[in-house]
């Protein structure tokens, strides 16, 4: 991709004046006061021991320097402000190693996401480190990412992610906040002439499952563009669909990922902070509306407890031998990567597929334009204003090019994508 150097400066300041802005919130807050006093009395009561150098506790004194402020970045920190002033009630993960039991708690951002609503702090929190994020993960670095051609090569690894997924390093540019200002450093090669697209499939997994497993009412909802959360939360809850609540619509997402993650009761409860009995009643309900994705994930669960293995819409497979075995915690979480493989595979291949199938239609047109960068389930393009038609119809034709295959042609929910273009990869406004 592309970097106008141009902008480096103003994008830089603007982001400085942003976490500046963050930062006062933050640290006017009440909460994080008591945090730096608990700091300042751990520092005190701990400093003068003498402490081996296999003590965990010497990590933790070493968090907390001499007059320090709070610290986003520390987990210590982080871990005294969730859980026991903001006293939010995350779960940890339990584990079990020798016998003997362990507690770790995640503090990323998509364990926080849910209590941003209810506590501006955590959403601040999250600003804050996304912020602090892209100064360590790009701008203090970017002269070493980019070429003599003024453009980012970031590497794509495909056998990172078990799924097949690309994920991007040096720099991780699928790591980049979806509003962030960062992202108007990237603009066109070809400088007034030219502009950014980005094409990105539409619900691309829930149309996976719902068109695999051909359950009416989820393909129903798909067809007709409605919002996918509230019509799921609509029919569990047995409420008009202009009626749902956000807190209902928050839980019919949760539903949703939750069928395509493979989610338990137990991790659906954990992640929407409701009942373990809430959350299995929720999901008993859930079957009962979409029973074509029920009977999808037990046909899944069947094929891996006889052969262990798993596979996506091409043949791909994942070996799970696990599925095979007697030890319940094993096989049930097997069974879980078995009937959500199939779903993140496919997704993954009809992503690549369609980018080749785009690359393959500007090369055979000869078109200006070319394939820079994918995130997830996007591509971006860079192409001359010249061609604009063309280069829209081309990258319409390769990423839809899967409803017209025998594998997915006759498949009752089909394929759509989003296209925007702008200046640059920022500023973009979606086309028709």
């Given amino acids: ?48 021991l003498v402490l081996d150098k296999k003590n965990k506790k010497q990590q933790n004194i070493k968090s907390f320097k001499k007059d320090s402020k709070f610290n986003p970045r520390s987990p210590v920190q982080m871990k005294r402000l969730i859980l026991h002033e903001l006293k939010l009630p995350i779960s940890p993960k339990i584990k079990w190693k020798g016998g003997i039991r362990t507690e770790n708690y995640s503090f990323d951002k998509r364990a926080l996401e849910l209590y941003e609503e209810e506590y501006p702090m955590v959403k601040d929190l999250n600003t804050l480190r996304s912020i602090n994020s892209m100064f360590t993960g790009f701008l203090d670095k970017w002269e070493t990412f980019t070429g003599p051609d003024s453009c980012v090569h970031t590497n794509y690894n495909q056998d ?75 029919k569990i809850y047995n409420v008009l669909y202009d009626d749902v609540t956000f807190t209902q619509r928050q839980l019919g997402k949760r539903m949703n990922l939750g069928q395509i993650y493979g989610q338990t009761p137990e991790g659906l409860a954990e992640a929407a902070n409701i009942s373990l009995e809430h959350a299995k009643e929720l999901q008993i309900v859930y079957f009962e ?27 791909g497979t994942r070996h799970l031998p696990n ?84 594998y997915w042609k006759d498949k009752p929910v089909l394929m759509e994508i989003d296209i925007a273009i702008g200046d640059n990869y920022k500023e973009l406004k979606e086309v028709a």
């Fill in 1 to 48: 991709m592309y970097v106008d150097k141009e902008e480096i400066i103003p994008v830089r300041k603007e982001l400085v004046e942003q976490r500046s802005i963050v930062e006062e919130k933050v640290s006017s807050n009440p909460h994080i006061a008591k945090v730096e006093r608990w700091c300042k009395a751990f520092r005190k009561e701990k400093g003068q």
């Fill in 289 to 315: 509306k979409f029973g074509g994705i029920r009977d999808f994930r037990k046909k899944f669960h069947m094929v891996v407890r006889r052969t262990g293995l798993s596979y996506d819409l091409f043949g």
């Fill in 160 to 234: 990172v992610v078990l799924t097949g997924r690309l994920s991007s390093t040096d720099p991780n540019l699928q790591n980049i906040p979806v509003e962030s200002t960062i992202k108007r450093v990237f603009s066109s090669r070809y400088g007034k002439d030219g502009l950014i697209l980005s094409a990105d499939y539409k619900q691309i997994e829930p149309r996976i499952l719902a068109g695999w497993s051909e359950d009416p009412a989820m393909c129903e909802a798909l067809n007709n563009g409605l919002d996918l959360h509230r019509f799921v939360a609509a």
């Fill in 323 to 406: 599925a095979m075995l007697t030890n319940r915690m094993l096989k049930e979480r097997a069974e879980r990567q078995a009937s959500n493989y199939p779903i993140q595979s496919t997704a993954n291949h009809f992503c690549l597929m369609g980018m080749c199938k785009v690359m393959d239609l500007f090369k055979e047109r000869n078109l200006p334009a070319l394939v820079v960068g994918t995130v997830h389930d996007s591509i971006i393009v860079d192409f001359k204003i010249s061609h604009r038609k063309q280069i829209i119809e081309a990258v319409r034709e390769g990423m839809l090019i899967h409803n017209y295959e025998d």
